[in-house]
């Protein structure tokens, strides 16, 4: 039996790699009310900054390739009734991340969504900016 027992306490968080977000937005809205999310970290949405997207009920949050072109990119949808603060958003030709914070518990959590095409080989100094750059709490997808 599937456990789905929902509160003001939880934060319902999904994770996918869309290869191209635009093409699935029925299967995502069907499953974002289905399954009750709050967060979906979008991978590879495909945006540029001319790309109209919605999902009623949610706010989009989106970071195209730096070419803005229609390809790579990272995404964050979120339930409108959550209150967040948008941060300036990671775009490099090697990682781009879509970023947000919200206040749990007094709290300051960083969520991020993020993708890193495979053709860059990211070293590990710059693994280290992108978290340092997150703070102390975060999450990242």
């Given at each position: 039996m599937q456990n789905n027992s929902?509160?003001?306490q939880s934060l319902v968080i999904l994770l996918w790699n869309s290869n191209g977000l635009q093409n699935h937005k029925n299967e995502l809205a069907a499953t974002?009310?289905?399954k009750r999310i709050d967060?979906?970290?979008i991978a590879e949405i495909h945006f540029t900054t001319r790309t109209k997207f919605s999902i009623p009920g949610y706010r989009i949050i989106s970071t195209p390739h730096p070419d803005d072109t229609a390809h790579a990119g990272a995404g964050i949808i979120i339930r409108s009734s959550l209150q967040f603060?948008?941060?300036p958003p990671i775009q490099e030709d090697y990682i781009q991340a879509a970023v947000i914070k919200l206040i749990i518990k007094h709290i300051p959590i960083?969520?991020?969504s993020v993708y890193c095409p495979p053709k860059h080989k990211i070293n590990l100094t710059q693994y280290e900016q992108f978290f340092i750059a997150l703070g102390h709490y975060f999450i990242v997808g």
């Open positions: 929902f509160t003001s974002l009310h289905e967060i979906a970290l603060q948008q941060e960083t969520i991020a």
